[in-house]
């Protein structure tokens, strides 16, 4: 059962061991990410260097579900705006945002 969707930082976060990455550690097992915020997560690690296929294996042990972006998501006014996949996750169902 999916209790909270993480966004990009809380997910860098609990990689890199930064403040807050021990809540969600706390909760990844119950969290959901959202596709766009996971591919600003290998962006990030990309960017300072990291193998893609370090980044496979780190991301893959981490126990979340993807959400993809689907037509009901495209279809609203929020579509355009970063991090807009996460806040538009968090409606359905009520979920709290992480990060």
């Known amino acids: 059962m999916t209790r909270a969707v993480l ?7 609990r990689l890199q061991g930064e403040r807050g990455a021990g809540k ?3 909760i990844v097992a119950e969290a959901a990410v959202g596709v766009f915020n996971q ?7 990309v960017r300072f260097g990291a193998p ?13 579900s993807i959400v993809e972006a689907d037509e009901a998501f495209a279809g609203t006014q929020e579509a355009p705006r970063r991090d ?6 968090t409606r359905r169902p009520f979920l709290p945002r992480l990060g």
Do not use: F
């Open 52 to 64: 893609i296929d370090e980044i496979r294996a780190m991301l893959g042990a981490l126990p979340y």
């Open 24 to 26: 969600v550690a706390g």
């Open 7 to 13: 966004d990009a930082s809380a997910k860098i976060a």
């Open 84 to 89: 807009s996949l996460c806040r538009t996750v």
């Open 39 to 45: 591919a600003e997560v290998v962006s990030h690690c």
